[in-house]
């Protein structure tokens, strides 16, 4: 065999993957199986983890008539991704903490921190259906909060957005 057209590769020296009873083997390296338990949760969680940030970002943009107003505004929505990575450090180390557990609750991180506690450890069935339950509530909660904000905040008054309008909004009728 070549690389490249010009050195030659001894066979011996490829590894070659090849399946066993418990996954896939590269050489000395072991690739576990995947539980088809866990492929499902990823996809329930991604997609809820995708309508939750998409809904966060429809405040965003019921906030805003012009694109280049979004810039304020979103930041806050981009720390909630980064602070979920940065607890998921937590969560790979030590599954079953205090921070992982909770982390694993909280609707803006449950979409990264429990896939990664799924794949690691055993999680009781009630924090799933906890964790999924105040997902699909903060989706509800944010479609209602884009909706009222836009009602109230474009079409009736047309101005630019800041924090302290949109709290102002919310408590109009």
Known sequence: AMVMGSQPVDPGMVNEAVETMDGFSVGSFQIPPIEISLIVAFFVYFIL?????SSLFAVV???VDSE???????????FLIVIAWIINVEVMQNPESTLSVISSHIPFFAP??????LAISNVPLWE????????VATIAGTMWLSARIYRVGILQYG???GFRDLVKWLRQS
């Open 49 to 53: 983890g995708y309508f939750i940030y």
């Open 61 to 63: 943009g019921s906030a």
């Open 68 to 78: 280049s107003d979004t810039q304020q505004l979103v930041m806050p929505v981009m």
């Open 112 to 117: 990264i921190n429990m896939v990664t506690r």
């Open 128 to 135: 799933l259906a906890l964790s999924i339950s105040l997902m």
């Open 159 to 161: 101005e630019k957005a």
